[in-house]
């Protein structure tokens, strides 16, 4: 009805990039929902496939072997059929793990990574921010699932990059890390089990809840060896030293409370922020246990921690 404003061909060429935009944003959303999709396989190469199924109102998600999906495995095997909540909360803990105290991963980079780090730590006074689940197809390569073991295979790329040390050579293009757990059929499905056959995961307790307890644990009973200060242990594992000396206070948590955390009796809106901010950790246990409203059966309230 009146003279065009835009360019015939600008405007075919604009539409074109929205459609393809559109399109990369439903790829990302799909990625997202199933991180390992693509990455994950059986011992025996066959790729395990992201599927779902629902009852009622919920979802459940499952990795599965993709011959058996699709009708093409050979007579008298079994499918791989692992709940991809496990997995994936497996994985992302390992690489939480990893990260935050980096050390192992520096040692298989080499020794100008391990230098840029530790200058890195020197400049910044920060600590890395820890890994999310979205950044796990962007760090895994692949990741295969034997009788035993996990066997997770890294980029040495992505690696670099996340620790901020992009400009330093490599001395190899990835890492495999091992996880020791092992499969265990229950019914349909399959658990990822230890050795001493209890969940290798749980639902309920954050990954990298476990790891800051445990690292607290350790590096403490270091320090008070009295052979090793703070700055020199904190050098050792990559980290700062305010950051260790935060981690360390989580040492002295009331065994209740540090109970409570294990078995996944958490609030659920705790982070690794709020446990590690000043004043998070009270010096006297009776204290600990009023600000975390312990109940006889040492349940933690959903209370904000300050």
Not at 9 to 19: S, V
Not at 110 to 136: F, L, V
Not at 142 to 148: I, L, M, S
Not at 191 to 202: G, K, Q
Request: aromatic share 4%.
């Amino acid at each position: 009805m009146h003279k065009s404003i835009i360019d015939r061909t600008i405007w075919d060429k604009a539409q074109a990039q929205l459609a393809d935009n559109s399109r990369g944003k439903q790829t990302v959303r799909r990625r997202n929902s199933s991180p390992l999709a693509g990455l994950l396989f059986a011992e025996d190469g066959d790729e395990l496939i992201p599927v779902h199924s629902t009852k009622g109102t919920k979802r459940y998600r499952y990795y599965v072997s993709k011959t058996h999906q699709h009708g093409k495995a050979p007579e008298g095997s079994r499918a791989m059929r692992i709940p991809a909540s496990e997995i994936e909360r497996l994985v992302l803990g390992e690489l939480q793990e990893l990260f935050a105290t980096p050390t192992t991963l520096l040692d298989q980079l080499g020794a100008e990574a391990q230098e840029a780090w530790y200058r890195r730590c020197q400049d910044d006074k920060k600590s890395a921010p820890a890994i999310k689940r979205s950044q796990i197809s962007e760090l895994v390569r692949q990741a295969v699932v034997h009788t035993d073991r996990l066997e997770i295979e890294l980029d040495a790329e992505a690696i670099a990059r996340q620790l901020d040390i992009a400009h330093a050579k490599l001395a190899r293009s990835s890492i495999t890390n091992i996880v020791h757990c092992r499969i265990k059929r229950s019914g349909l499905a399959m658990r990822l089990v230890d050795e001493s056959d209890a969940h290798a995961v749980r639902s309920d307790t954050p990954a990298w809840l476990i790891g800051l307890l445990g690292k607290a644990q350790s590096w403490w009973r270091e320090l008070a060896r009295g052979e090793i200060d703070v700055a020199t242990l904190s050098k050792r594992e990559g980290v700062t030293a305010s950051y260790m000396t935060r981690v360390v206070r989580l040492a002295f948590l009331s065994p209740k409370v540090v109970d409570a955390m294990v078995i996944g009796d958490t609030p659920s809106d705790l982070s690794s922020k709020a446990l590690l901010a000043p004043g998070a950790v009270c010096a006297e246990w009776a204290d600990q246990k009023e600000r975390y409203q312990l109940s006889r059966t040492s349940r933690l309230s959903t209370q904000t921690l300050p």
